[in-house]
């Protein structure tokens, strides 16, 4: 009798340990907890610098060129002299070449007009934008008009200003082309004895490159150096479209790893409207947009040249108190998006309404609570209901 009671006892802990050991054991998932707090929204990219004030020089008619000896970097100023240029006698003598000089240089007077034209426009915007920005600055002092719209019209002041300047630069630029033109053309009529060489001069800036060192014969056009006003130094950053159609003029950015002790900040001044198509390292076709952006304290990257890179950062949005969750928890469930929030041991399938939408985190609008926790990088096994243990925040 007694065995008998010790082998039922054994048989009942058999199967005990049979149906413990059917039983699914709880998945272990990384988890994460839902928080309010700031958030920031950026659009990140690699940049690079760009000159935007340039001017290539190029020799106004053939001949033979002398050695250019200035070197990159060399700094240049109105008139001077980057080689000369021993015409050719046969095209000076050419009546279709006297033609085409005198086409030049009426095109190079009606651009030098058109230059005039264009900084009195500028100058017009310029003027407009500083007492608008007089004018805000009064209304922010006397508290009716926020922090946000005056930075807006200190942006624009600022893009006002420096399109001030790009446009006396241009005007300097049409002025130089003019005045070669017509230095090209005054050759045809040399007269015995006079001076038989040709001072190709400069604008004001600085020696970027030089195209063409060696002497010797070029023809009409031939570019020799390319000179630009650093002072108008310019952010180009390609974004992929999906990112630039948020980023607007005047939004702020900050430019790291440039080589310099601080972060430099900057202003978006335009984004193209066209796209481009860039194969990107892994061999994917994507659909870029060159977003433009200037620097709000130049001075402070006097280190920086033409053609530099700059890791890039625009800030497209920001929220102070936003109920926030990890990106990693959200998925697609069709056209809306679901998160599994561990309630009781177990993960618990939650609809979720999402607004803006960071790299590392997301803004809630409905669905989740703040505290909640939830399971980041959900495995695609796990369904609604099933058992989980937490590893990491909120477990």
Do not use: C
């Amino acid at each position: 009798m007694r065995k008998r009671v010790i082998y039922g006892i054994l048989a009942v802990v058999a199967v005990g340990l049979v149906v413990l050991a059917a039983r699914p054991k709880p998945l272990d998932v990384q988890t994460a907890r839902v928080t309010r707090g700031p958030m920031r929204v950026t659009a990140d990219d690699d940049g690079k610098t760009r000159v935007r004030e340039r001017y290539m020089v190029a020799a106004p008619v053939s001949g033979t060129l002398s050695r250019v000896e200035l070197h990159a970097g060399d700094a240049v100023e109105p008139g001077t002299v980057i080689a000369r240029l021993l015409p050719l006698p046969s095209p000076l003598l050419d009546p279709r070449a006297r033609e085409v000089a005198v086409e030049e240089l009426a095109s190079a007077r009606n651009s030098d007009q058109k230059a005039q034209a264009a900084i009195a426009r500028a100058e017009a915007a310029a003027d407009l934008a500083r007492s608008s920005l007089e004018r805000d600055r009064r209304l922010a002092a006397q508290g009716t008009l926020g922090a946000s719209d005056l930075e807006k019209t200190e942006a624009n002041a600022r893009m006002a200003e420096s399109d001030l300047e790009s446009a006396r630069f241009a005007k300097q630029v049409a002025a130089h082309a003019a005045a070669q033109a017509q230095a090209a053309l005054a050759r045809f009529d040399l007269k015995p004895g006079a001076a038989d060489h040709f001072d190709i001069t400069s604008v004001h800036g600085r020696i970027l490159r030089v195209l063409h060192a060696d002497g010797g014969p070029v023809t009409a056009g031939t570019a020799i150096v390319e000179v630009g006003d650093l002072a108008s130094l310019e952010i180009v950053v390609e974004l992929l479209s999906q990112d630039a159609v948020a980023v607007r003029p005047a939004m702020p950015a900050t430019l790291t790893r440039w080589g310099g002790p601080k972060p430099l900040a900057a202003r978006v001044r335009r984004v193209e409207p066209a796209g481009f198509t860039k194969v990107s390292a892994l061999g994917v076709e994507e659909q870029r947009v060159n977003v433009l952006l200037d620097l709000d304290d130049p001075p402070a990257a006097a280190q920086l040249g033409d053609g530099f890179a700059v890791d890039v950062s625009i800030l497209t949005w920001s929220g102070e108190n936003v109920l926030q969750a990890p990106t990693s928890a959200l998925f697609r469930q069709g056209d809306r998006w679901g998160a599994f929030v561990v309630n009781g041991g177990r993960a618990v399938l939650r609809p979720v309404q999402v607004g803006h939408l960071g790299p590392l985190s997301a803004e809630i609008q409905s669905g989740l609570a703040d505290g909640d926790v939830v399971v980041a990088h959900p495995p695609a096994s796990l369904a609604s209901g099933a058992k989980v243990r937490g590893t990491g925040e909120g477990s």
